[in-house]
């Protein structure tokens, strides 16, 4: 089976070399796609010579449009999403393929390290969690994680994916309605944590907001069927 990694980045330019190079050599990725999604710094020149496809949006697009741009033009048969801040943890990408490769699984979630400080979407966190539970009844510890293994064919059950930060939230949902299996694996991934000060409250606020929105519209959907 071929893989095809997709990695999303909006102004990565510290993070995205340690991350594709090492996916680079990695004898699990058949396909390296990074979707550079409005930068305005160095991103796309500094991925672009370890990608097989380098996919430049326009203007910033969102997380969730991003993914959908690089799993249209990916070509393996299962599709990895990785943000691009991993660095040298992307090693570790065997743990969360093995699931899916061994068909144990149709979706798997990378579980990460807890943090050794309290940082991120405590919030959001909670929030995803709880609207996940009520619309499959599925209790899952990473609802937000974006580091996910899948079939390519389940991408195709999300019925939207212009919804930023909720495209975790909306594809947990309709792949779990549409009866397919998810299980989290704990994987050694790291990355750079979200910081207490004003960029920090207005990320976090911006990823609430997202997955507010996005649970509102998957309400509204369940409710018409």
Same mark, same amino acid.
């Not at 594809?171 to 989290?184: F, H, S, V």
């Not at 004003?198 to 997955?211: A, C, D, N, T």
């Given at each position: 089976?071929?893989?095809?990694?997709?990695?999303?980045? !909006?102004?990565?330019?510290?993070?995205? *070399?340690? =991350?594709?190079? =090492?996916?680079?050599?990695?004898?699990?990725?058949?396909?390296?796609?990074?979707?550079?999604?409005?930068?305005?710094?160095? =991103?796309?020149? %500094?991925?672009?010579?370890?990608?097989?496809?380098?996919?430049?949006?326009?203007?910033?697009?969102?997380?969730?449009?991003?993914?959908?741009?690089?799993?249209?033009?990916? =070509?393996?048969? %299962? %599709?990895?999403?990785?943000?691009?801040?991993?660095?040298?943890?992307?090693?570790?990408?065997?743990?969360?393929?093995?699931?899916?490769?061994?068909?144990?699984?149709?979706?798997?979630?990378?579980?990460?390290?807890?943090?050794?400080?309290?940082?991120?979407?405590?919030?959001?966190?909670?929030?995803?969690? +709880?609207?996940?539970? +009520?619309?499959?009844? +599925?209790?899952? +510890?990473?609802?937000?994680?974006?580091?996910?293994?899948?079939?390519?064919?389940?991408?195709?059950?999300? $019925?939207?994916?212009?919804?930023?930060?909720?495209? *975790?939230?909306?594809?947990?949902?309709?792949?779990?309605?549409?009866?397919?299996?998810?299980?989290?694996?704990?994987?050694? !991934?790291?990355?750079?944590? /979200? /910081?207490?000060?004003?960029?920090?409250?207005?990320?976090?606020?911006? *990823?609430?907001?997202?997955?507010?929105?996005?649970?509102?519209?998957?309400?509204?959907?369940?409710?018409? $069927?």
């Amino acid at each position: 089976m071929r893989v095809s990694a997709i990695i999303p980045a !909006f102004n990565e330019q510290d993070w995205i *070399e340690e =991350t594709v190079s =090492t996916l680079r050599g990695s004898s699990f990725i058949h396909e390296l796609i990074v979707v550079d999604d409005g930068s305005i710094d160095c =991103t796309a020149d %500094i991925a672009r010579p370890w990608v097989d496809q380098l996919i430049i949006m326009p203007k910033n697009v969102g997380k969730g449009a991003a993914l959908h741009a690089g799993w249209k033009e990916a =070509t393996g048969d %299962i %599709i990895l999403f990785l943000d691009a801040d991993l660095q040298k943890s992307a090693c570790e990408v065997d743990k969360l393929l093995t699931p899916v490769v061994r068909k144990d699984c149709d979706m798997s979630i990378a579980i990460l390290p807890k943090a050794s400080r309290k940082a991120g979407f405590g919030l959001a966190k909670k929030l995803a969690h +709880q609207g996940i539970v +009520q619309m499959t009844l +599925q209790k899952l +510890q990473a609802p937000l994680s974006g580091q996910r293994a899948f079939r390519r064919d389940l991408f195709s059950c999300v $019925r939207f994916v212009d919804c930023g930060f909720g495209i *975790e939230v909306a594809m947990t949902i309709d792949i779990l309605r549409a009866g397919y299996r998810i299980i989290e694996v704990p994987v050694n !991934f790291t990355h750079r944590y /979200t /910081t207490n000060n004003l960029h920090g409250f207005l990320h976090r606020g911006k *990823e609430f907001w997202h997955v507010y929105r996005t649970l509102q519209r998957k309400r509204q959907e369940v409710e018409k $069927r």
